[in-house]
């Protein structure tokens, strides 16, 4: 019904009404004009009086609770998020860690021997020269990983890169 009635005059511009901003915090009253006292001689007045202080102190405490209600949800959230980064960053680290762990064995297998020239003991220089050269990278990228984490888990990470490494 109100789209064909935008649609009938399509030249006509459309009012798109803004959000309603947040309502601020119901003040507390700084000073109570007229105190009720104990005394039985009340007119029949006071009780609207009465009636209206009360229910602003209501609007207050329920404005109070809501907006702790949303606190508490937001940083829950937030916290979700920040839990769900940290086991993706982990779980990319374990298989970045598992992908260099596979090229650093590729690496370290002896190429087919063909019959050429070349000397043993300059084959081994080169493969010793690779391997030396892949540990530092692999090892300060482990360093570089572990000053971005601060995570306790990347120590063992590079005790097993370590470990699986040729001597």
Do not use: C, W
């Amino acid at each position: 019904m109100k789209l064909e009635k935008l649609m009938k005059n399509p030249t006509k511009p459309v009012i798109i009404p803004e959000r309603p901003k947040p309502k601020g915090v119901p003040s507390v009253p700084d000073f109570v004009r007229n105190v009720m006292g104990s005394s039985a001689g009340a007119g029949s007045g006071e009780f609207h009086v009465y009636r209206h202080l009360r229910r602003k102190e209501y609007a207050r405490q329920k404005y109070m609770k809501e907006k702790g209600e949303r606190e508490k949800l937001d940083e829950e959230y937030h916290m979700k998020l920040e839990a769900n980064r940290l086991a993706a960053e982990a779980k990319t680290a374990k298989k970045r860690a598992k992908r260099l762990k596979r090229k650093q064995k590729g690496r370290n297998k002896k190429p087919k021997v063909e019959d050429s020239p070349q000397s043993e003991s300059d084959s081994e220089s080169e493969e010793e020269l690779i391997t030396s050269e892949n540990t530092e990278v692999i090892k300060s990228e482990i360093d570089e990983q572990r000053k971005e984490d601060d995570n306790p888990e990347k120590p063992n990470e590079e005790k097993e890169i370590k470990e699986s490494e040729p001597n």
